[in-house]
């Protein structure tokens, strides 16, 4: 047996895999580097377990199998995921944003699976423009850095405990 026998994929193609990788790659350094929850590993993670899925019901044939029931199924677990990252902390939500960039990770898995692997990579870079391109603005413009996106620097006073009353 020869070296590419070895290193064969079949049915799953390494350009694929390699567009994957660099998607995962460069949004999750994006959120990463900002240091939200949803790094390079699971970035990566994310879109490729989205690749496998598809791609491998893609292959299935025969009454009773439906691509689209396995989308669906992917956008349903991923909001699972989603609703991990989204917590309540000091009378605010956060995570929203990383809940979905999850979603946006798993469609980018779904448009890797149908081969458009150009587009995928399109797509990944407009969501790190999104990403770093938002936040930039709402950095340096006050207009968008109001209300739930106003920027805490420092809490110089803490609220003194509640007390709790039990009847």
Not at 45 to 56: D, V
Not at 91 to 96: D, H, I, K, L, M
Request: net charge positive.
């Amino acid at each position: 047996m020869n070296i590419i026998h070895h290193l064969s994929i079949t049915p799953y193609e390494w350009s694929a895999v390699g567009t994957v990788l660099f998607c995962g790659f460069a949004i999750g350094l994006e959120r990463q580097l900002r240091g939200k929850p949803i790094g390079i590993r699971t970035s990566t993670l994310i879109i490729f377990g989205t690749y496998l899925f598809l791609k491998t019901s893609l292959l299935l044939q025969g009454p009773g199998i439906d691509d689209t029931r396995v989308i669906g199924q992917i956008v349903t677990g991923i909001g699972f995921l989603g609703a991990g990252v989204i917590l309540a902390k000091d009378g605010a939500v956060v995570g929203v944003t990383s809940a979905a960039a999850i979603w946006v990770l798993a469609a980018i898995g779904v448009v890797i699976s149908t081969g458009h692997l150009i587009t995928a990579i399109k797509l990944s870079l407009l969501v790190v423009m999104l990403l770093s391109g938002v936040d930039y603005i709402e950095q340096h413009t006050k207009a968008f850095s109001r209300g739930v996106h106003a920027r805490v620097i420092s809490r110089t006073k803490k609220k003194p405990p509640q007390e709790v009353h039990e009847d």
